[in-house]
C-alpha cells in the first residue's frame, strides 16, 4: 500500500511537473540564439582580474550580486544552536555501520527551527572518515534510518563500504517545498528576510541547512569535517551549490541534474528558462530574480559565475541524457566558462571543446562533468562516479 502511494504521489508530481512546461521551450541547440556571457575574470566594476588575490578580492562583491538577484541574502548570524543524538545503533547495516540520527536545532529571535540529520559512520575506521552530505528534496523513504527502504537516491550501503560516512537531511525541515508554506521554517528565524526583495526564499534556506549539518560535523569526532562532499539533485542541486559558493568549508561539491538556475547557463534559453521557473516556483528565488523574466540578458551574472565561487575546490556536476529540460550541453559549458578561474589557481581545464559522449564521465579534474543515459534522476550509476571523484581527489 505504502509503495502505491509513493508511486501515486511521483506520478502525480510528474504530471503536474509536465503541465508547467510551457509550449515555447526550446530543445534545438540550431534554435539557440547568439548570446554574450559576462566575463568571469572582471570584476564588479569591469576591471580585470589577474590572478588569484585580485579574484579573492572581488569574490564577496560576485557573491552579493547571487544574493541580491537570485538566491537572497544568507544570514551568518544565530543565537544559539544544539546538537541531540536522538538515536544511536552500532550494529547498522548487519554491523558495517553507526547509525546516529541528530536533531540540530538553530535559535533565533525567540524561535528555533530543528534540522533532523541521519548519519551512518562505517564501522571498519581508524579515523575520522570523509563524509557524503544529501539535501533531500525528494521523499523521505530515500533516507530510512531502518534501512528497510532502500533507493539509488541514497544508496547509503554503497557509501559506506567506499569507505566513507553518508549524511541526509529533507528540504522541508528547513522550507517546505511550497510557495504557501516555505516560510514555516528556517525564515521563523529571519522574518526580516521575508519582507527583503534581496532576501533569503526556499533554495537559500536549503543550502543554510546545509551548513548548520556543517557545523555538526565539526564537533563529530567521527567525520573528517574537511572533507565533506555536498550532494544534491535538481532543486536540491541548485541549493547544493548555493551552499558549497556561500560556505568554503564544503571540501567538494556535487550538482546531479539541477539545470536553470542551477549549473545551466541561462542565457542558452534552452530547456526550462527564468521565466518558467519563477512562475512554477516563486518561492525558490528572491522577489529581484522575478525582474530578469525573459531578460536572461540583463542579469549581471550568469551561472558558470556561481560555479566559480567554488574554486578551487573540486566541482562535479551531471546530467541525465533524457533530461533536455535541464540542458546538459548549457551545463557542461558553464562548466567549460568557470574554469578560468581555477586557472588562477593552477588548475588545468582538463574539459573537452564538447561535451562527452554519454556514460562517458569526465573525473581526473576539479571541473568533473558526465551526462548519464536516462531520465532526471539520481542513481547508483551517479553516486558510484560520486565516490571514484571523491576517492581521486582525498587520494584514497
Ligand atoms: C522541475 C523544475 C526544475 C527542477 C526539477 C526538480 O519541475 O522545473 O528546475 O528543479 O523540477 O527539482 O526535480
Not at 564577496?60 to 551568518?76: S, T
Not at 562505517?122 to 533507493?151: C, H, S, W, Y
Not at 566541482?315 to 558553464?334: Q, R
Not at 534522476?377 to 562516479?385: C, F, N
Request: hydrophobic share 40%; glycine share 4%.
Amino acid at each position: 500500500m505504502k509503495r502505491f502511494l509513493i508511486a501515486m504521489a511521483c506520478i502525480a508530481c510528474m504530471i503536474a511537473a509536465k503541465a508547467q512546461r510551457p509550449d515555447n521551450t526550446n530543445y534545438t541547440e540550431s534554435k539557440v540564439l547568439p548570446y554574450s556571457l559576462p566575463d568571469v575574470l572582471k570584476t564588479t566594476k569591469q576591471t580585470s582580474i589577474r590572478n588569484k588575490a585580485d579574484w579573492e578580492l572581488n569574490r564577496p562583491e560576485l557573491l552579493r550580486l547571487f544574493e541580491d538577484n537570485i538566491y537572497g541574502q544568507m544570514p551568518k548570524r544565530f543565537d544559539d544552536i544544539k546538537f541531540s543524538l536522538i538515536k544511536e545503533d552500532k550494529s547498522a547495516m548487519q554491523g558495517r555501520a553507526t547509525l546516529k540520527q541528530v536533531e540540530v536545532e538553530v535559535f533565533n529571535q525567540q524561535k528555533s527551527v530543528k534540522i533532523n540529520l541521519v548519519l551512518f559512520v562505517p564501522n571498519n575506521r581508524k579515523q575520522a572518515v570523509p563524509a557524503f552530505l544529501l539535501i533531500n528534496n525528494r521523499g523521505k523513504e530515500n533516507m530510512d534510518p531502518t534501512r528497510k527502504e532502500k533507493t539509488g537516491f541514497w544508496p547509503a550501503e554503497l557509501v559506506i563500504d567506499s569507505g566513507y560516512a553518508v549524511a541526509a537531511f529533507h528540504v522541508s525541515d528547513a522550507a517546505p517545498d511550497n510557495k504557501d508554506t516555505f516560510m514555516n521554517g528556517v525564515l521563523r528565524l529571519y522574518p526580516e528576510q521575508f519582507e527583503a526583495a534581496n532576501g533569503m526564499r526556499a533554495i537559500g534556506a536549503w543550502a543554510w541547512a546545509a551548513s548548520r549539518i556543517m557545523d555538526y560535523f565539526e564537533t563529530d569526532a567521527d567525520i573528517d569535517a574537511k572533507r565533506v562532499t555536498v550532494v544534491g539533485h535538481s532543486r536540491a542541486g541548485k541549493a547544493s551549490l548555493w551552499a558549497a559558493a556561500q560556505d568554503q568549508r564544503f571540501a567538494i561539491c556535487v550538482s546531479n541534474c539541477s539545470g536553470n538556475t542551477g549549473a545551466a547557463l541561462s542565457r542558452r534559453n534552452f530547456g526550462e528558462s527564468i521565466t518558467a521557473i519563477n512562475t512554477s516556483f516563486p518561492h525558490w528565488f528572491n522577489t529581484n530574480y522575478k525582474q530578469y523574466n525573459d531578460r536572461e540578458q540583463e542579469l549581471p551574472v550568469d551561472q558558470h559565475m556561481l560555479l566559480a565561487l567554488i574554486a578551487p575546490r573540486p566541482l562535479y556536476v551531471t546530467n541525465a541524457s533524457e533530461d533536455l529540460w535541464a540542458d546538459p550541453t548549457g551545463t557542461f559549458l558553464a562548466l567549460k566558462h568557470a574554469a578560468p578561474v581555477y586557472g588562477l589557481y593552477g588548475i588545468t581545464n582538463e574539459l573537452p571543446a564538447k561535451p562527452p559522449k554519454i556514460n562517458q564521465p569526465i573525473l581526473n579534474t576539479h571541473l568533473a562533468y558526465h551526462n548519464r543515459e536516462g531520465i532526471h534522476d539520481l542513481t547508483s550509476y551517479d553516486w558510484q562516479h560520486f565516490i571514484r571523484l571523491a576517492d581521486l581527489r582525498f587520494k584514497k
